[in-house]
């Protein structure tokens, strides 16, 4: 066998994996690789558009840096804000209750290496959390609902980029 065609299989086998896996599944980042997730715990200076980025220090960073280059193509790094922590009651598994701590709206991120490394994200591309709502809403709740739910997100962040200017905490990055 030569090695082109292992190239082709193991290629054709990264894009089932990303066609698996699309759907981004964050309802509990606490079990998240801590070498892999950054909190900001003070104002949120990036999805309220107050910075184009944000300055990323020490170790972690470096970690994170290494491991979303190292990952690029099965993982993707996020920024997630607006965080929804409690627990919800589910049918089946081994408990009757699930944990939550969850970002209910999420942008793609970027790491830029200057003299430092910098998070950016696309104010833009604003997405929803659309596992945890889910999980949060009653199964006969219309889909267009949702749809509409992302439209209010949007109108949101503008609200909190004005009068509010920043005041959302518990933001992170995650590869």
Same mark, same amino acid.
């Given at each position: 066998?030569?090695?082109?065609?292992?190239?082709?299989?193991?290629?054709?086998?990264?894009?089932?994996?990303?066609?698996?896996?699309?759907?981004?599944?964050?309802?509990?980042?606490?079990?998240?690789?801590?070498?892999?997730?950054?909190?900001?715990?003070?104002? &949120?200076?990036? $999805?309220?558009?107050? =910075?184009? +980025?944000?300055? *990323?220090?020490? @170790?972690?960073?470096? !970690?994170?840096?290494?491991?979303?280059?190292?990952?690029?193509?099965?993982?993707?790094?996020?920024?997630?804000?607006?965080?929804?922590?409690?627990?919800?009651?589910?049918?089946?598994?081994?408990?009757?209750?699930?944990?939550?701590?969850?970002?209910?709206?999420?942008?793609?991120?970027?790491?830029?290496?200057?003299?430092?490394?910098?998070?950016?994200?696309?104010?833009? &591309?604003?997405? $929803?959390?659309?596992? =945890?709502? +889910?999980?949060? *809403?009653?199964? @006969?709740?219309?889909? !267009?609902?949702?749809?509409?739910?992302?439209?209010?997100?949007?109108?949101?962040?503008?609200?909190?980029?004005?009068?509010?200017?920043?005041?959302?905490?518990?933001?992170?990055?995650?590869?």
């Amino acid at each position: 066998m030569t090695i082109e065609p292992v190239e082709k299989y193991i290629e054709y086998f990264r894009r089932c994996y990303r066609a698996d896996s699309s759907d981004l599944s964050l309802t509990n980042i606490t079990k998240v690789r801590k070498d892999r997730l950054i909190h900001f715990s003070e104002r &949120d200076f990036l $999805a309220c558009g107050e =910075l184009p +980025r944000t300055p *990323l220090v020490g @170790e972690k960073a470096q !970690s994170l840096l290494e491991q979303s280059d190292t990952y690029r193509r099965e993982r993707r790094l996020v920024y997630g804000c607006l965080m929804i922590t409690g627990t919800v009651d589910q049918a089946g598994g081994f408990s009757n209750r699930r944990k939550i701590f969850s970002p209910l709206i999420y942008f793609p991120a970027n790491l830029i290496v200057e003299e430092d490394i910098y998070l950016d994200i696309d104010t833009t &591309d604003i997405r $929803a959390n659309l596992a =945890l709502l +889910r999980l949060l *809403l009653r199964p @006969e709740f219309e889909a !267009s609902a949702v749809d509409s739910f992302l439209v209010w997100c949007k109108v949101l962040i503008v609200y909190i980029s004005g009068p509010l200017s920043g005041q959302m905490q518990g933001a992170f990055a995650l590869a």
